[in-house]
């Protein structure tokens, strides 16, 4: 199985400021007949399913904020959120699917 | 509206069994693999098993062992889970996730909200 290693695992920032969370695959996500890397990231807040934010490693799911970003390739993939808003107070996980699906351990992300 | 509702958990005690149920709505389900998600209390999501569109693949993690069944009834909309010989690491929140396409290697766009099971004596 493909092993996703998140950092940090703990991450307090101001509310306005830009947090920005990585996460690392055991091997590539990048499958090049299709040009796409198969790394997806979540949202899990408290009481709540998760719910997708961002698929094919930078495309924003409908409905999600713009100030929610994904960037990376291969084995390096980053989210970012451009200005942090109380809402955004959860847990973000990242998932390959590019074999079978595995999750990071998650980033608990709070505010300062 | 895509909905994903959830039954069939609740406590159990060591050895025992469980089957839950995902009802689902909103969506052509006969179109999408199913996903079964837990998460122990103070732990991350992992997945516990998957199974395609037809039903004719299906996919489980390690920690199974073979103690779980997943599987799907496309006339009625609906996807299960058959938990036996259940240990108390067992103990978390099951989630049904429907895939993005036919098969398990997908995203996960709709989420239920989560059937709680709990293995203890």
């Known amino acids: 199985d493909i092993v996703m290693t998140q950092s940090p695992d703990y991450l307090a920032v101001s509310l306005g400021e830009r947090a920005t969370i990585n996460c690392k695959s055991s091997q590539s996500v990048f499958y090049s007949p299709n040009n796409k890397n198969y790394l997806a990231w979540y949202q899990h807040k408290a009481g709540q399913p998760p719910t997708l934010l961002i698929y094919w490693a930078s495309t924003r799911e409908s409905g999600v904020p713009d100030r929610f970003s994904g960037s990376g390739s291969g084995t390096d993939f980053t989210l970012s959120i451009s200005s942090l808003q109380a809402e955004d107070v959860a847990v973000y996980y990242c998932q390959q699917y590019f074999t079978t699906p595995t999750f990071g351990q998650g980033t608990r992300l709070e505010i300062k | 509206e895509v909905q994903l509702v959830e039954s069939g958990g609740g406590l159990v005690q060591p050895g025992g069994s469980l089957r839950l149920s995902c009802a689902a709505s909103?969506?052509?389900?006969?179109?999408?693999?199913m996903i079964w998600v837990r998460q122990a209390p103070g732990k991350g999501l992992e997945c516990v098993s998957g199974?395609?569109?037809?039903?004719?693949?299906?996919d489980y993690a390690d920690f199974v062992e073979g103690r779980f069944t997943i599987s799907r009834d496309n006339s009625k909309n609906k996807l299960y889970l058959q938990l036996n010989s259940l240990r108390a690491e067992d103990t978390a929140v099951y989630y049904c996730?429907?895939?993005?396409?036919?098969?398990?290697?997908?995203?996960?766009?709709?989420w239920g909200q989560g059937s709680v099971v709990t293995v203890s004596s």
């Open positions: 909103g969506f052509i389900f006969s179109n999408y693999a």
């Open positions: 199974i395609s569109d037809s039903g004719s693949s299906t």
């Open positions: 996730a429907k895939s993005s396409g036919g098969g398990v290697n997908h995203y996960f766009d709709y």
